[in-house]
């Protein structure tokens, strides 16, 4: 038997790669030669030193990204002026992500600190959502925040673009100058407008223009109260066109209400205010003010200058901000004798010796409060206590009907200085109790009668 079994072996041999098949499933070997026949173009397409060139090109692209996306990191945090209460910026976390999928399982050339690149990914970035969480009772504050000009909507005219970006990095800050700004690029916005066939610009104009923009400027950063009372002034214009004069016509009048706008409420208002407010400066007072407003700073030029009075200023500054500094070098340019202070300590004994304190305010509440950079409260009350007087110049066109109590109804955080540990506010409340004049182009006035100072804007409209 044993010879029997041997004997055809040697022949079955050249053979032995296919004989198995036919034994098993003779009838399928012809499908298995088309199956063949069919695969066999799949590996012929690259071959393995095409594959192995391809794989080493996307390796080296992973890297490059990985490395761009840790040049991005390394800049966010040069910028940044706390970055360890930041947490971890998207481009690290997008560094780490590609990173861990660029090296896998194998080791890595950082050694120790890069061998558990996949596990390190998520620790990096659960620190970082504690950090940046607002608690949620103060999730009704907004905050600025720069936002890529490839994700805005592709209705916002680059004018607008521009300004977002300046409002979200506080180049353009105080109320009054991100109100002129925001109706000049309206007014560029009008001028490239063109109404679509089968609409009419009173109707189309305001939701499909200027609503983009000013969705865009918002979140950038939160629009101040004149920017909202400007706003819905143009909007009402707006409504007002005839549909039935040409486009022409309905453009330039709307750029010349803008232009009318800007002269009477912001440029004459400052004027006015700016003389009322240099009378009120006599010879030998001590005048307080607190960082620097540039109504503040033109009424205290105005009287050394044009009134010829002689006086002091004591400048208190903003510990954070110090714009202080630059409002001093320009008044001892003017021959104003100046004394500087950069932060709150000491006020009581900084407040001896001054006859008035002068501030301006970002907006003034239809109950008498005002809204003012962080740090103006505290000094009214420790001069209300002090029997200092607080002369408030304010526009009226930041004049606001909501009225507030506190700091917390309406405000900004710092985006520079907030953490889900901490946060700071730029702007505080201050009482109508701790003011002793408001200053406006309409007159002068009591903080408590500040809603009459509305009632004559609803009268003169």
Not at 210 to 215: K, M, S, T, W, Y
Not at 345 to 351: M, R, S, V
Not at 379 to 391: C, F, M
Not at 405 to 423: M, V
Request: net charge neutral; proline share 7%; aromatic share 4%.
């Amino acid at each position: 038997m044993s010879s029997a079994q041997d004997g055809p072996l040697p022949e079955a041999t050249p053979q032995q790669a296919g004989k198995p098949d036919q034994a098993q499933a003779p009838p399928t070997s012809d499908k298995a030669t088309k199956t063949d026949a069919t695969e066999t173009p799949r590996p012929t397409k690259l071959s393995g030193a095409e594959l192995k060139a391809k794989a080493k090109a996307e390796k080296a692209a992973r890297r490059a990204q990985a490395k761009a996306s840790k040049e991005v990191a390394k800049g966010e945090a040069a910028v940044s002026s706390a970055p360890g209460q930041l947490g971890p910026s998207a481009g690290e976390v997008k560094g780490s992500k590609a990173k861990g999928k660029q090296d896998g399982g194998a080791s890595t050339t950082s050694g120790a600190a890069g061998r558990p690149v996949v596990s390190k990914g998520p620790v990096s970035v659960a620190p970082s959502e504690p950090k940046l969480t607002i608690p949620d009772c103060f999730s009704h504050l907004s905050m600025a925040k720069r936002i890529p000009i490839t994700q805005a909507d592709k209705d916002v005219h680059p004018t607008v673009l521009a300004l977002g970006q300046q409002m979200a990095t506080f180049t353009i800050d105080e109320s009054i100058t991100r109100l002129k700004a925001t109706l000049l690029a309206f007014k560029k916005v009008i001028d490239s407008y063109t109404t679509p066939p089968g609409n009419t610009l009173a109707r189309h104009l305001t939701p499909h223009v200027l609503n983009p923009q000013i969705d865009y400027l918002t979140a950038c950063r939160p629009m101040c109260f004149s920017m909202g009372n400007a706003i819905r002034w143009l909007k009402l214009q707006v409504s007002k066109i005839d549909p039935d004069i040409p486009e022409s016509d309905a453009k330039k009048q709307l750029c010349n209400g803008i232009d009318t706008f800007i002269q009477e409420r912001i440029s004459m208002a400052d004027l006015v205010i700016t003389e009322k407010a240099a009378e009120k400066i006599q010879d030998g007072d001590v005048i307080l003010t607190f960082g620097r407003s540039s109504i503040v700073e033109r009424a205290l030029i105005h009287a050394r200058l044009i009134n010829d009075k002689k006086f002091s200023v004591f400048v208190l500054d903003d510990p954070y901000e110090r714009k202080g500094q630059t409002l001093a070098k320009n008044l001892t340019a003017e021959g104003i004798r100046v004394s500087y202070c950069g932060d709150l300590g000491g006020l009581e004994c900084n407040l001896q010796g001054v006859t008035n304190i002068l501030v301006s305010a970002e907006s003034m509440f239809n109950n008498g409060s005002m809204y003012a950079p962080s740090g103006t409260c505290d000094i009214a009350i420790a001069a209300k206590q002090l029997g200092i007087s607080v002369i408030v110049l304010c526009e009226t066109i930041n004049i606001t009907e909501r009225v507030a109590t506190d700091s917390l109804t309406y405000n900004e955080i710092d985006p520079e200085r907030s953490s889900g540990e901490s946060f700071r506010l730029l702007y505080d409340t201050t009482p109508d109790k701790y003011l002793s004049l408001v200053i406006s182009e309409l007159g002068s006035v009591q903080p408590t009668s500040v809603p009459d100072l509305l009632r004559k804007l609803e009268e003169s409209n």
